[in-house]
């Protein structure tokens, strides 16, 4: 084919910093590659009918909005790497678009993306994808193409944190139908990039309505976690490791779990569920196992004992562990066993569970070392008035948020070192998995308070921001007038809607590293400068000297 066999530049590891074109470094091929590019375009043509539905005053259906809440979450960096379930979901969507395109009025002209009726065969999808291409139209303007991915790649981080607010049986209405709003915009060749910029932010918005709704769920069905220890080392017995973000694929596996001598570990963004007092409860929930996404390969290695993968991020599974790594929800890859849900969300885990019956698990325990979480929003701020008057009496100098993901590439030793560098007298709050990179070191305390608060996964970027308004409001400041740095790295698409988030709530001078995404122009990047004094981070000390100037 003349052409380059795919092109995706959604994720930090990208190749040479500019876009994957050959095969994704992350094991993505072209041929899904180019699949997921087919499906965006088809969750765009569905919600050019359902924007007009919409402003006719029509309900749209939440199995469309599932359904596309789904196709954005299924083409996150390190979700579904199966052939079968793309061409699966293409074909969805087609008989999603036949049918919407009966409810429109006939004689409105819609763009290419509503238009197009997929072919056949999957070989013939292929070909189409070209024309779904990011780079397809090499004429658009480079600031358009750059905020059209940047709404599309925030999205798909909303998308992540929705659908997991959906499990819990929440949802919210506005953000349900932003989905199509921003996904009709992307396809609007007539917004300015005034007009992009707006959407860009809208979506920041609607990334806050998100994981406020999410926050909600958790707490709501889990209660607000409280410190807690966990044990990061193995014990004697067959196990299970639980990783992603998905609260409610852990707490059905513990429900099915219980009394079979089974011991649940958590993995990754999983951890902070060791915090929640309705999944703390299960004893056999023991400890955390594991580094973060990228050890994976390393860490599971022929382990006597079963994985369940419940969102992002999966690798290529070894064949010494292809046979007792489960995927679930919309994660996927072809030849590993997947666990379905019935028409209510339930999951029966039998076949994981007898398979880490039947591996054993491990023959002895190692001595236990804990580290601790439980730190959102509620438990913190519960010590707000020792926090408040230590600030006062200059015994708490600075807070630093460093947060985000943790990945491969080199360049994410600043975030440890910036981590061993933080003055005594500071505390550093963390989010999301990058926290792995310095959650095992001791920090002892400052002001009666550990000196590393775990706030949670990279949804709980909302509990941060509880937290620093409870803070701010307390000294009769904004968030920007507080002793507080943010510090973000990016990885994934998540961090992409953690980031406009906090650019949606005026948050400024934030640190981004380890890298700039090759998804934002230099226009665009001059944008977020000029407005929100965004930093590329440059070296830990002279971060933090930066950082140490600001106080109250
Ligand atoms: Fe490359 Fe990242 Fe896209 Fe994978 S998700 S193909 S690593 S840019
Ligand atoms: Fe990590 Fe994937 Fe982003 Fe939830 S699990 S933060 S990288």
């Given at each position: 084919m003349d052409r380059n066999p795919m092109f995706c530049y959604q994720c930090e590891q990208t190749?040479?910093?500019?876009?994957?074109?050959?095969?994704?470094?992350?094991?993505?091929t072209?041929?899904?590659?180019?699949?997921?590019?087919?499906?965006?375009?088809?969750?765009?043509?569905?919600?050019?009918?359902?924007v007009d539905l919409i402003e006719k005053g029509e309900t749209i259906e939440k199995e469309i909005v599932s359904f596309v809440e789904n196709s954005l979450f299924t083409t996150?960096?390190?979700?579904?790497?199966?052939?079968?379930?793309?061409?699966?979901?293409?074909?969805?969507?087609?008989?999603?678009?036949?049918?919407?395109?009966?409810?429109?009025?006939?004689?409105?002209?819609?763009?290419?993306?509503?238009?197009?009726?997929?072919?056949?065969?999957?070989?013939?999808?292929?070909?189409?994808?070209?024309?779904?291409?990011?780079?397809?139209?090499?004429?658009?303007?480079?600031?358009?193409?750059?905020?059209?991915?940047?709404?599309?790649?925030?999205?798909?981080?909303?998308?992540?944190?929705?659908?997991?607010a959906r499990a819990l049986k929440y949802e919210d209405d506005q953000v349900d139908n932003f989905y199509f709003r921003a996904l009709e915009a992307v396809t609007n060749g007539n917004l300015s990039v005034e007009e992009l910029i707006q959407m860009t932010m809208r979506t920041g918005d609607m990334s806050v309505a998100v994981m406020k709704l999410l926050d909600d769920a958790n707490t709501t069905k889990y209660m607000h976690p409280t410190p807690h220890k966990v044990n990061v080392n193995i014990q004697k017995g067959p196990f299970i490791i639980v990783s992603g973000h998905d609260l409610r694929d852990l707490e059905m596996l513990l429900e099915q779990t219980e009394g079979k001598g089974i011991n649940i570990y958590t993995h990754g963004e999983m951890l902070p569920s060791h915090g929640y007092p309705?999944?703390?409860?299960?004893?056999?929930?023991?400890?955390?196992y594991g580094g973060a996404w990228q050890d994976q390969q390393k860490e599971f290695d022929g382990i006597p004992g079963c994985m369940l993968m419940t969102t992002n991020c999966l690798?290529?599974?070894?064949?010494?562990?292809?046979?007792?790594?489960?995927?679930?929800?919309?994660?996927?890859?072809?030849?590993?066993?997947?666990?379905?849900?019935?028409?209510?969300?339930?999951?029966?885990?039998?076949?994981?569970?007898?398979?880490?019956?039947?591996?054993?698990?491990?023959?002895?325990?190692?001595?236990?070392?804990?580290?601790?979480?439980?730190?959102?929003?509620?438990?913190?701020?519960?010590?707000?008035?020792?926090i408040i008057s230590a600030v006062k009496s200059g015994d708490l100098r600075h807070f630093f948020l460093i947060g985000g993901c943790d990945g491969a590439r080199p360049g994410r030793n600043y975030y440890t070192d910036l981590a061993k560098m933080v003055p005594k007298d500071c505390i550093i709050l963390t989010l999301a998995c990058g926290k792995y990179r310095f959650n095992k070191l001791q920090f002892g305390e400052v002001a009666g308070l550990p000196r590393l608060l775990d706030v949670g996964q990279c949804n709980d970027a909302y509990s941060a921001v509880r937290i620093a308004t409870a803070l701010a409001d307390a000294f009769d400041t904004d968030v920007n007038g507080l002793p507080l740095s943010i510090v973000l790295s990016w990885y994934e698409q998540k961090a992409v809607a953690d980031l406009l988030a906090l650019l949606s709530l005026g948050v400024k001078g934030i640190f981004l590293g380890p890298s700039l995404p090759a998804f934002i122009s230099p226009n665009v990047l001059q944008y977020l400068v000029d407005t929100f004094n965004l930093r590329p981070i440059s070296t830990p000390e002279e971060d933090l000297k930066t950082c140490l100037q600001q106080s109250v």
């Open positions: 190749a040479g910093g500019k876009g994957c074109t050959k095969m994704g470094v992350c094991g993505k072209p041929e899904i590659a180019n699949l997921q590019d087919l499906l965006l375009h088809q969750a765009k043509g569905i919600s050019c009918y359902c996150l960096t390190n979700v579904n790497f199966d052939a079968e379930v793309h061409v699966e979901m293409l074909k969805k969507s087609q008989q999603i678009k036949k049918d919407l395109r009966n409810r429109v009025s006939g004689d409105k002209s819609y763009p290419d993306q509503a238009t197009y009726n997929l072919s056949d065969t999957k070989e013939e999808m292929l070909e189409d994808s070209i024309k779904a291409g990011i780079m397809y139209d090499k004429d658009l303007n480079e600031d358009v193409r750059s905020l059209r991915q940047t709404i599309i790649f925030g999205l798909k981080g909303v998308s992540a944190y929705a659908h997991q309705e999944l703390n409860k299960y004893s056999h929930l023991v400890g955390n690798m290529r599974p070894r064949e010494t562990y292809k046979d007792r790594i489960f995927t679930t929800s919309v994660v996927g890859w072809d030849g590993v066993e997947y666990i379905p849900a019935d028409k209510d969300g339930y999951k029966d885990f039998s076949k994981i569970i007898d398979k880490a019956l039947e591996l054993g698990g491990f023959q002895s325990s190692e001595k236990p070392k804990e580290i601790l979480v439980g730190f959102g929003h509620n438990a913190t701020l519960s010590h707000a008035s020792e």
